[in-house]
T-cell receptor, first 111, second 115 residues
C-alpha cells in the first residue's frame, strides 16, 4: 500500500528551464510534507518542506505547492541547473516521527 | 551544522559475522533513526530513538539490534545477516521539537554487502 506516490520515474529538462516534480498521497491525515534530493551513494539531503496550513513555500530556486483537496504536491525548480540532476523523493510526516517516502523521480538537467 | 556522520562507508560481511554500524550527530537532536534503502527503492524506516529510548521498531528481524548509548550516538549491531539484507543503511536525526512537523537530516549511509 503505497501512501505516497511519485508517478514519474524520470524527468529530463534543459538547463535554465523549469523542472516540475509531482507527488500524490492517499492519507488526508498527513499534514507535513518534505522534499529530499539524493545523489548516488549519498544520503538524502533535505530541500524544502510545507505544512498543510500553507499552499506554497518558497526557498530560492525551489518552490513547493500543496493542493490538499487533490492530495497533491509539486516541487518547482527554476531555473534548473545541471547540478540539480539527482533523484528527488517526496515524503509525508505521519505525525509519529515516521516519514513515508515516495518512490522517487530521477531528474536529469542537460546543459 | 546539519551533519550526520556514519561509519564505515562500506562494509562486507559474511552471514556468520557480527559487525556494527555507527552514527553520530552533534546538532543536539533528540531523535535518531535507522533506515534501510534497497536499490531503486525509497528509504524504509527501521527504528526510532526518542530521548535515547527506542520508540519505534518497524517489525525488524532480531538479527538487527539498535543501541543508543547517548544523545549523540546511534549504533546498529548486525548478526547472522542474510544476503537479502544487503542495502544502504541510513541514519538520520531530528530535533524532536515538533515531532509531527520537522525535518530529518540524513547521514551519507553505510553500503552493506552480505556474502
Amino acid at each position: 500500500d503505497q501512501q505516497v506516490k511519485q508517478n514519474s520515474p524520470s524527468l529530463s529538462v534543459q538547463e535554465g528551464r523549469i523542472s516540475i516534480l509531482n507527488c500524490d498521497y492517499t492519507n488526508s491525515m498527513f499534514d507535513y510534507f518534505l522534499w529530499y534530493k539524493k545523489y548516488p551513494a549519498e544520503g538524502p539531503t533535505f530541500l524544502i518542506s510545507i505544512s498543510s496550513i500553507k499552499d506554497k513555500n518558497e526557498d530560492g530556486r525551489f518552490t513547493v505547492f500543496l493542493n490538499k483537496s487533490a492530495k497533491h504536491l509539486s516541487l518547482h525548480i527554476v531555473p534548473s541547473q545541471p547540478g540539480d540532476s539527482a533523484v528527488y523523493f517526496c515524503a509525508a510526516n505521519t505525525g509519529f516521527q515516521k516519514l513515508v517516502f515516495g518512490t522517487g523521480t530521477r531528474l536529469l538537467v542537460s546543459p | 551544522d546539519t551533519e550526520v556522520t556514519q561509519t564505515p562507508k562500506h562494509l562486507v560481511m559474511g552471514m556468520t559475522n557480527k559487525k556494527s554500524l555507527k552514527c553520530e550527530q552533534h546538532m543536539g537532536h533528540r531523535a535518531m533513526y535507522w533506515y534501510k534503502q534497497k536499490a531503486k527503492k525509497p528509504p524504509e524506516l527501521m527504528f526510532v530513538y526518542s530521548y535515547e529510548k527506542l520508540s519505534i521498531n518497524e517489525s525488524v528481524p532480531s538479527r538487527f539490534s539498535p543501541e543508543c548509548p547517548n544523545s549523540s550516538l546511534l549504533n546498529l549491531h548486525l548478526h547472522a545477516l542474510q544476503p537479502e539484507d544487503s542495502a544502504l543503511y541510513l541514519c538520520a536525526s531530528s530535533p524532536l521539537a515538533r515531532a509531527g512537523a520537522e525535518e530529518q537530516y540524513f547521514g551519507p549511509g553505510t553500503r552493506l554487502t552480505v556474502t
